[in-house]
């Protein structure tokens, strides 16, 4: 990388994992804290608080995407983290579950990762933009590991409505990242025929992108919904699950070297193909853990080839979508593609929890193991897009 590569790289990554790490410090104590509000006993109202978020993202990635076609990726960067920090500081003065909610659904109205992940696309060649992607992909990873070991601890000290407070201290200094530490962005580039977002869907090669993302982050959530009982019953309590998720987190991360090399010969459609296969087979593997006595060492084995498959799919995934969109339709494309990953995690939670209710959790794992399958059927014909001109970003 170029040192504006480098630059552009770490500085996005920082503005992803200040805004992640707000996330997922409230995340861990929500569904207990959120008990103690006015209107809390409804656990309708509760599961509809904790999960509007990914629904008002969801809805709001798409158009956040393609004003940054149109204004600029940091305006709207900008505009996105101020909106995430207004809703944080109104869920931290809420009094009543209603207000709550209220706040949660104005955070995810913040909806910059199409815009984020569009700038750094633009700021970065083809030949590093995996690299870039992974460095943002591991920041989240590490925020999202980092906050089940201090979450408790903040929340004994600050309570809930502090931790909301923190969260949007975070958003505004992601906001001083944008201003200050991200390399002056490229003008949007205009489409000559007008670009439509009907040109991003009928893109096949996309659209198998979008599927992809889709499935793997409901699948994400949804084996999130049993695994923390299973590593109970392999004998670690919750208040250490952290124990097992930290190491994995960051032995995985060993594994992109791999997926680095294999690019760099020319084969990272294989290295995407592979790793979307190694996450189907940890879906068996917990699926064998789920019908009979569940295995520590096993578990943890599986919960490290799990972080290596997803680690390896958020880095790729999202370089692979920068190179086969348009230029000047990057942020639609990038648009449609979190709006999906959003969906996603909203479908995951709820089918995953019903999947369980209804039919156990070993058909939690099966369906998993299947909706992965089918992702490899439809990724298979995928074409890996050839690379620019290799012109590095003027500092």
Aim: with cysteine; aromatic share 10%; charged share 10%.
């Amino acid at each position: 990388m170029t040192p504006t590569e480098r630059r552009a790289s770490a500085s996005l990554a920082g503005i992803f994992a200040l805004r992640m790490l707000g996330l997922f410090l409230v995340l861990p104590v929500f569904a207990i804290e959120a008990r103690r509000y006015p209107g809390g006993e409804d656990p309708v109202l509760l599961g509809l608080a904790m999960g509007i978020y990914g629904l008002t993202q969801g809805l709001l990635q798409l158009p956040f995407g393609m004003a940054s076609d149109r204004f600029g990726r940091k305006r709207v960067i900008v505009l996105g983290l101020l909106v995430f920090a207004v809703g944080s500081f109104w869920a931290a003065a809420a009094t009543d579950l209603s207000s709550l909610l209220v706040g949660r659904s104005l955070q995810g109205a913040g909806a910059v990762s199409a815009a984020v992940t569009a700038l750094l696309a633009d700021l970065t060649r083809d030949e590093v933009r995996t690299k870039a992607m992974a460095l943002v992909g591991g920041s989240i990873g590490l925020m999202f590991a980092f906050s089940l070991v201090v979450s408790p601890l903040l929340n004994g000290w600050m309570g809930l409505s502090g931790l909301f407070g923190l969260t949007a201290v975070l958003a505004l200094l992601g906001v001083g990242v944008v201003i200050w530490g991200v390399p002056a962005a490229p003008e949007p580039e205009r489409d000559q025929h007008g670009g439509r977002l009907r040109d991003v869907l009928v893109n096949t090669d996309l659209m198998r992108l979008n599927v992809g993302v889709f499935v793997l982050h409901a699948v994400q959530l949804a084996m999130w919904v049993a695994v923390p009982a299973l590593l109970v019953q392999a004998g670690l309590q919750s208040a250490q699950h952290w124990q097992v998720y930290l190491p994995a987190v960051v032995l995985s991360f060993l594994f992109l070297g791999a997926v680095f090399a294999m690019e760099r010969r020319g084969h990272l459609k294989k290295a995407f193909l592979l790793s979307i296969a190694l996450i189907l087979l940890v879906e068996l593997g917990f699926f064998w853990q789920s019908m009979g006595t569940t295995d520590f060492a096993s578990m943890a084995a599986l919960l490290l080839l799990f972080f290596c498959g997803f680690n390896a799919l958020e880095a790729t995934q999202p370089s692979l979508a920068s190179r086969i969109a348009p230029r000047a339709l990057r942020g639609t494309a990038m648009g449609v593609y979190n709006t999906l990953q959003s969906l996603g995690f909203f479908v995951g939670g709820l089918m995953g929890g019903w999947l369980v209710k209804s039919w156990g959790t070993p058909a939690l794992f099966l369906c998993c193991g299947g909706a992965l399958l089918v992702w490899l059927l439809v990724a298979w014909p995928m074409q890996t897009p050839g690379r620019a001109p290799t012109t590095a970003p003027v500092a």
